[in-house]
């Protein structure tokens, strides 16, 4: 038996200067790919034709931690360094959640602030 494999759809990845990341999130009933650059976060929906489905702003300057997309792509929550941040495909802050209380200290311990 012989595999040939064949090329069925590429898909468009933007800034490639070494600051983007990339994650496949296979958990809805089509396949996502999130784009992670400096400046924002883009969501191609992996079906042909590819293309852009939302593309949601960073909400700080730093560097964020991690990100989630809401199912119908409409919210996008990200982790920054002191809080969780909603923010709509607009760019307007829908919500801020400061962590808590408690800190993580040099070695991963958490303490009371």
Known sequence: MTI????????????RDGDTRTLLDPSGPVPRLHVRGAE???IYELR????LTAEFPAPTPD???????APDGALAVFGTATEYVAVAR?????????????EVGRWGLARPR
């Open 40 to 42: 924002s976060l883009r």
């Open 90 to 102: 607009d760019g307007r802050t829908v919500r801020r959640q400061p962590y808590g209380t408690w």
């Open 48 to 51: 042909e034709p590819a293309g």
């Open 4 to 15: 040939t494999p064949r090329l069925v759809v590429t898909y468009p990845i933007p800034d």
């Open 63 to 69: 560097r964020w931690t991690r990100e989630w997309v």
